[in-house]
C-alpha cells in the first residue's frame, strides 16, 4: 500500500490527473520494483528503489543521454526521497522478445542497428560526460574487474566445490585484471550492461534502459555484454561479423587497430561470460530466481566457444584448469543443480493458544512461533469483537499502534534473516507462527502483515503458504 500511495500522489502532482490504476510489473533480475499507473489517457512507469545513489546516478545519465539524442525513457517526476521516480512508459516488447517472436525481421541487419546507436552512445556521450556522478565507481579499474571475478569465485566455483589454487586463481585474476586496465585509450562511456532485454522497441524506435551503474570504461565491454549474453540471438559466425561491422563503423570516429582492438575484446569476452556466471550462480541458485535456469546452457556454450577458438585462456593457467572442470567433468552436476533448484516455501500460520501451536506437515518440528498476546486486544472491544485481522476495522485498530508496528518491523528482521540463510543452505520449507489467545485478531494481522511484507520483498522467488487455523476451518 504504500508504493501504491506514493505513486499516486507523484502522478496526481506530475499530470493534475488521478491516477486509477497502479499494477505490479516483473522485475526480472533485478531488486527494483517497477509499476505501471495509468488512468483512462496516461501510462506512465513508477519505480521503487532504496539505493538512493544509484537513483542519483541514473538520473544524471538518463539526463545526458537525452541531451546526447539517446531514446531513453524521461524521467518526469521524482519523490523528495529519490527512492521513487515515474518515467515514460514504452511498452513491455523487449528486442530479445522481438527477435524471439517476429520470424520476418532480419535479425543481423537489426543488431547492426543496435549496434550503430551503441557507438554513438559510447563515443558522444562520453563528451563533457562527468564520471563523479557515477555509481558505485567513476571508472571500471582493476578493483572493478576483481569484483567481478570474485563474483564468479563465491558465487560459481565455490559454490559448486570445484577445487582449485586460491592463490594461484588470484595471479591469474590480478594478471587479467592489469592486462584489461592496460587497454586505457579505449576508455569511452561505458553503458555496463548493455544486452537485448534492456532495449525496448515501441512504435519502431528503440528505447535503452538500465543503464544505472554506467562509468568510465573499455568500448570492448559494452560489445561483449551484447554478443555474448546468454540470450543472444545471433550464432558464433554472425558474431564474428558485427565485431567487424562494430570495427568499421568505430573507425569512423577514433582510430582504432583492428587486432589490437580484437586482442581485448577476446580478454573482456572472457571476463563478462564469469561475471555473468557469477551472476546466474547468485541470483538463480543463492536468491533462487526461476528465470535463470533458462541461460545456464547457453552460458555453458559462449565458455565453450572461448575455450575453442581463442587463445585467451591458455596464458591462465589456474583459472583454465578450472574452466575444464566446468565444462566437463562438473558441466552436468552444474546443470542439474539449475534445472532442478526447488523454491523455498514459507507457511506463515495465525492461530489460538488455546488449541495449540499448528502441525508442521513438513515434520520439521513446527518453525518459528511468536506470541502476540502481549499486543492490545480488539476482541475486548464489544464493537470490534466480531470482526477478524482480515477486516478493515481490525487493520485500522492496529495501524495507528506504535507497538504493532515495532512488533512487526522485529518480527521481519527476524524472518527475513531466517529466509536468507535458508536460500543459501538449499532448505525446501520454513515456518513462522503468530499466536493469540483466540487466534482470530491479533495473530491474523501480524500473520497477514509478515506476508504481505515477503510477497513485497520475494515475488515469485518463494512460495508462500498462509493458513488461518481459526478462521479457515
Not at 269 to 278: A, C, I, S
Request: net charge neutral.
Amino acid at each position: 500500500m504504500e508504493y501504491i500511495d506514493v505513486f499516486k500522489k507523484l502522478f496526481e502532482a506530475k499530470f493534475q490527473q488521478a491516477c486509477l490504476s497502479v499494477k505490479e510489473l516483473s522485475s526480472a533480475g533485478s531488486n527494483r520494483k517497477y509499476f505501471r499507473l495509468q488512468n483512462n489517457s496516461i501510462s506512465v512507469i513508477g519505480t521503487y528503489s532504496n539505493l538512493v545513489e544509484e537513483n542519483e546516478a541514473f538520473f544524471y545519465v538518463a539526463d545526458k543521454l537525452k541531451k546526447t539524442n539517446v531514446n531513453v525513457p524521461e524521467v518526469y517526476i521524482v519523490d523528495v526521497s529519490k527512492m521513487f521516480y515515474i518515467q515514460e512508459d514504452v511498452g513491455d516488447k523487449s528486442a530479445y522478445q522481438l527477435i524471439k517472436e517476429d520470424k520476418t525481421l532480419d535479425v543481423l541487419l537489426f543488431y547492426k542497428s543496435i549496434i550503430n546507436d551503441l557507438i554513438e552512445i559510447q563515443i558522444n556521450a562520453d563528451k563533457g560526460f562527468d564520471y563523479s556522478k557515477c555509481y558505485p565507481k567513476e571508472k571500471f579499474d582493476i578493483d572493478s574487474i576483481i569484483n567481478d571475478l570474485d563474483y564468479f569465485k563465491y558465487y560459481f566455483i565455490k559454490f559448486f566445490d570445484i577445487p582449485f589454487n586460491e592463490t594461484f586463481l588470484g595471479y591469474d585474476f590480478n594478471s587479467l585484471a592489469k592486462y584489461i586496465n592496460s587497454k586505457e585509450y579505449y576508455n569511452y562511456f561505458m553503458y555496463r550492461d548493455f544486452q537485448t532485454r534492456n532495449i525496448h522497441v515501441f512504435y519502431d524506435n528503440k528505447y535503452y534502459f538500465d543503464f544505472q551503474g554506467a562509468r568510465k570504461g573499455p568500448l570492448q565491454y559494452d560489445l561483449a555484454s551484447l554478443l555474448f549474453s546468454a540470450r543472444c540471438s545471433l550464432n558464433f559466425k554472425e558474431r564474428e561479423i558485427i565485431l567487424d561491422y562494430y570495427i568499421d563503423n568505430l573507425s569512423k570516429y577514433i582510430d582504432v587497430k583492428a587486432s589490437d582492438f580484437k586482442e581485448c575484446y577476446y580478454h573482456i569476452v572472457l571476463l563478462r561470460v564469469l561475471q555473468t556466471f557469477g551472476a546466474y550462480g547468485f541470483r538463480g541458485l543463492y536468491e533462487r530466481k526461476s528465470m535463470f535456469k533458462e541461460v545456464i546452457m547457453p552460458a555453458m556454450s559462449n565458455l565453450q566457444w572461448i575455450m575453442d577458438n581463442t587463445s585467451v585462456v591458455s596464458t591462465f593457467k589456474e583459472l583454465q584448469s578450472i574452466l575444464n572442470k566446468i565444462l566437463n567433468e562438473y558441466k552436468h552436476i552444474i546443470i542439474d543443480k539449475f534445472m532442478t533448484n526447488k523454491k523455498l516455501t514459507v507457511t506463515v500460520n495465525s492461530f489460538s493458544f488455546r488449541r495449540g501451536i499448528p502441525y508442521d506437515k513438513h515434520g520439521n518440528g513446527g518453525g518459528f512461533v511468536f506470541d502476540c498476546r502481549f499486543l492490545p486486544n480488539p476482541g475486548l472491544d464489544h464493537n470490534l469483537k466480531i470482526f477478524t485481522g482480515l477486516d478493515l476495522e481490525i487493520q485500522n485498530y492496529f495501524n495507528d499502534k506504535n507497538i504493532v508496528k515495532d512488533f512487526i518491523v522485529n518480527c521481519a528482521k527476524i524472518v527475513e534473516s531466517s529466509i536468507k540463510e535458508y536460500i543459501v543452505k538449499n532448505y525446501e520449507n520454513i515456518s513462522f507462527s503468530f499466536g493469540c489467545t483466540g487466534g482470530r485478531h491479533r495473530s491474523v494481522y501480524c500473520s497477514e502483515q509478515i506476508a504481505k511484507l515477503l510477497q513485497e520483498k520475494y515475488g515469485k522467488d518463494i512460495n508462500i503458504e498462509l493458513k488461518h487455523w481459526e478462521i479457515q476451518k
